[in-house]
């Protein structure tokens, strides 16, 4: 099966690409830039350079493969839009990332209660409502004649399995931890945010590119921690003793800027992905965002430097 796959050299979308090699699939990758064409290509994968806004390539590769999967960006409407109609009518598949973060409210690290699951109806806040938007009307070009999946990861963790290592998240905690010398959280830090292995991640793509009927949303997670437990397991991975310091929406803003301060890093983010599990047979084993903290990829990172 030949595969076209958009942003390739990034964490989500390599990891994804080296999977399906893995698997025997033959990977066309959209990259920007000839040195990130190198990357890929040394993994094995075809690469293309373009953008997401060049319509023109995006329908000439679309057309050529067998599937499509969007792992470049989750609100790039126009990309999305001009693959699908490509698309329209030939029954193929596409397979487009999203993120948990739709369901997500301004919470500046305060606990909120409710849990989703696939099928949960809920009002996004102004900063998701385009994406929502987006992933509803991709979903319903499957009235088309395109075999449309949303899949939509929690918090990413793990070592990547292609050019890009890193995912957002974690790393941001680590690195503003060794520079101010102490795991920082937002507020009280007791924000909940559901959370998947890359590894497994990439096997439930597999997985929906495979078996998932037309029109099908998955949340993709195993497990959920506050943002005050990553931080303790950041400190002590980092030998800070296990403490943690509260900072303000103000200060969180100065590093990460104000949209991931409010919409990610302050924010609830606690869902199921009960749909995978149940449809798709999706079984996760990977270790858990604690253990892979402080015994895992990221404490192997801190030895080594």
Not at 81 to 107: C, N, P, Q, W, Y
Not at 198 to 218: C, K, M, Q
Not at 262 to 276: F, L, P
Request: glycine share 10%; net charge negative.
């Amino acid at each position: 099966m030949n595969i076209f796959l958009t942003g390739a050299s990034g964490y989500i979308g390599g990891s994804v690409a080296t999977r399906f090699l893995r698997d025997g699939l033959t990977v066309r990758g959209l990259v920007r830039s000839q040195e990130k064409a190198s990357l890929v290509r040394a993994l094995g994968i075809d690469p293309v350079v373009g953008e997401l806004d060049d319509s023109a390539l995006l329908t000439r590769e679309a057309l050529a493969a067998d599937a499509v999967v969007n792992a470049a960006s989750a609100d790039h409407r126009p990309a999305a839009e001009t693959m699908l109609k490509a698309l329209a009518g030939s029954g193929k598949t596409f397979v487009h990332t999203s993120g948990s973060s739709i369901v997500g409210r301004r919470d500046g690290g305060r606990y909120a209660p409710t849990v989703y699951d696939d099928h949960t109806p809920f009002e996004p806040s102004p900063a998701r409502a385009a994406r929502v938007a987006l992933n509803r009307d991709i979903l319903a070009a499957s009235e088309s004649g395109v075999r449309t999946v949303i899949i939509a990861p929690s918090l990413i963790y793990g070592a990547g399995l292609g050019a890009s290592p890193d995912s957002m998240q974690v790393p941001w905690l680590i690195d503003l931890a060794r520079r101010t010398g102490g795991a920082r959280h937002i507020g009280p830090g007791s924000n909940v945010w559901s959370n998947v292995h890359i590894r497994d991640l990439v096997e439930l793509y597999l997985l929906a590119l495979e078996n998932a009927p037309a029109g099908t949303f998955f949340f993709a997670e195993n497990g959920e921690n506050a943002m005050r437990e990553v931080c303790t397991a950041i400190s002590n991975m980092l030998g800070f003793g296990g403490g943690t310091v509260d900072m303000s929406l103000a200060e969180a803003t100065e590093y990460w800027g104000e949209g991931p301060a409010n919409d990610t890093m302050g924010s609830n983010s606690r869902v199921r992905a009960r749909r995978a599990r149940a449809e798709l047979g999706w079984a996760p084993k990977s270790p858990s965002l604690i253990d892979e903290i402080e015994h895992g990829c990221y404490a192997a990172t801190d030895q080594a430097e």
